[in-house]
Structures are given as structure tokens and as C-alpha cells.
């Protein structure tokens, strides 16, 4: 079964923002999905990829950086966005 994007951001209110707060949290150990925008810039795509690397981190990919930006409750486009396990 797969689960859209907005379902996933619904159903996990800990989430991580921007390229840095993702990169972190996967170096971390607490991402286990990413959601990419495809129309993010070319090197953030790679940065996120190279950082996921051979984790086993589910990548999900979402049109357009301003919805996603809307969907995550903030007022500017979100390139990526990590979702976060519960505690």
C-alpha cells in the first residue's frame, strides 16, 4: 500500500525542515523517511541522497517545495523535509 505525502506529514508531527535539520537527523539516526521536493535544486537532492547513503531510509518525492512548505505549517518552501520516530 502507498501512502501519500500529505498522510504521511498528517500522521508524524515530529518532522525536521531544510537541508541541514535532514542532514543531521539522518547523521543522528532519528530519520527514517525523507520527503524531497523535485523541484529543489540539484545539489540538495544529491546532498540528502549521499547523506541517506545505505541507511534504510524510505525516500518520498513531492512536487512542488511551496505545498510542501504549506504542508509542514511554514510560510516558505520546504526543499526536504525528515520525518522523525516517535519517541
Sequence with gaps: MSTSVSDLIASNPDRLVGL????RGISDGIVWCVIVSLDSDEFVKQRVLEAIGSRKIAV???DNKSKLGSMVGIDVAAAVVGLVHHA
Excluded: S
Excluded at 20 to 23: A, E, I, M, P, T
Design 20 to 23: 541541514k535539520q535532514v542532514v
Design 60 to 62: 518520498k518525492y513531492f
